[in-house]
């Protein structure tokens, strides 16, 4: 059986539960991730541990093991911008290609208010998931590294 957990301003992780979520992320972002302590910045942001607009962590389990998790970071921005941003999001590298991505993604989008935006790697197969979902790619994104 699948189960959510969501871990935002009302409901903050305990530290062993936010180093898994880390742990999880970095291990099955492989190539497309970031370094940990990246994580856990997106992660304190989504539930408001440092100063920031909020957001959540969306946890998918089953049975007690982590299957899924997505960090979600509130822009506080509209229109213009969207609303949030979708920081994070991997499956369990040995569980792919069983729906859970697109379970995970289906329950983001509803337990989201507003636009959200992500970035994706052109070459990621997970692109194909986000354009069925409905995301488009109507930018294109330029960085001026300082």
Do not use: C, W
Not at 69 to 89: D, F, K
Not at 133 to 140: A, D, I
């Amino acid at each position: 059986m699948l189960k959510i957990t969501i871990f935002d301003t009302n409901n903050k992780p305990g530290e062993p539960e936010k180093e898994e979520v880390i742990d999880f992320l970095f291990d099955n972002l492989e190539q497309y991730g970031d370094p940990k302590d990246h994580i856990g910045k997106a992660i304190d942001y989504s539930t408001k541990v440092t100063d920031s607009f909020g957001g959540f962590t969306m946890l998918l389990r089953e049975e007690d093991q982590l299957k899924g998790a997505v960090v979600i970071n509130r822009t506080g921005m509209s229109g213009y911008i969207p609303e949030n941003i979708l920081v994070y999001i991997a499956i369990d590298k040995n569980s792919r290609g069983e729906g859970l991505g697109k379970k995970l993604m289906q329950e983001v989008i509803a337990h989201t208010d507003g636009d959200i935006a992500l970035h994706v790697e052109a070459n990621n197969p997970a692109k194909i998931l986000y354009e069925k979902l409905g995301f488009t790619n109507p930018y294109l994104e330029m960085r001026l590294k300082k």
